[in-house]
């Protein structure tokens, strides 16, 4: 979780939005806009037929605490956007490309916290795989297989 100021910071923006509270929490992030909750950071992206601020309307009902855009709201979106105080909206410049970076700052660096076990060879790489997973699940840890 990471409070509106500590985000802004993150990716160097400028506040705007007098009277608006910065201190506000972002409890997780979402693309989706179909699972975007109260307090929750949307990042609204262009999809394969549409932009994520198309949704705008439905997303602003739940109540999120930011919205991350890469595309300047058009004039109606913004005034939805200036009826719903409490939720903060950032343009960023290429967000798509710097997203991986900023979900990891946000997660607090998710990937330091798991551990990968390889396996290479000519045979028996699946049976191996499949054996060390059931070994580690038997022993109560978590597990996954790709």
Same mark, same amino acid.
């Not at 409490?86 to 710097?98: E, G, L």
């Given at each position: 979780? $990471?409070?509106l100021t500590q985000i802004q910071s993150f990716l160097g923006?400028?506040?705007e939005g007098g009277g608006r509270n910065f201190d506000n929490a972002v409890h997780q992030l979402t693309i989706d806009s179909r699972q975007v909750k *109260? %307090? +929750?950071? !949307? &990042? *609204?992206?262009? %999809? %394969?037929?549409?932009? %994520?601020? +198309? !949704?705008?309307?439905?997303?602003l009902e739940q109540q999120p605490a930011l919205i991350l855009t890469d595309k300047e709201p058009n004039t109606e979106q913004q005034r939805w956007l200036d009826e719903h105080p409490?939720?903060?909206? !950032?343009?960023? $410049? +290429? &967000?798509?490309?710097?997203l991986g970076r900023f979900s990891d700052w946000f997660y607090e660096h998710p990937?330091? @916290?798991? @551990?990968?076990?390889g396996i290479t060879g000519t045979n028996g790489k699946t049976s191996t795989a499949f054996y060390t997973a059931q070994l580690l699940d038997a022993l109560g840890k978590k597990t996954a297989l790709i």
């Open positions: 979780m $990471k409070t923006l400028e506040l *109260a %307090g +929750d950071g !949307f &990042i *609204a992206l262009q %999809g %394969g037929q549409v932009h %994520g601020l +198309d !949704f705008l309307t439905s997303v409490n939720t903060v909206c !950032f343009v960023v $410049k +290429d &967000i798509a490309m710097s990937s330091q @916290r798991i @551990r990968v076990v």
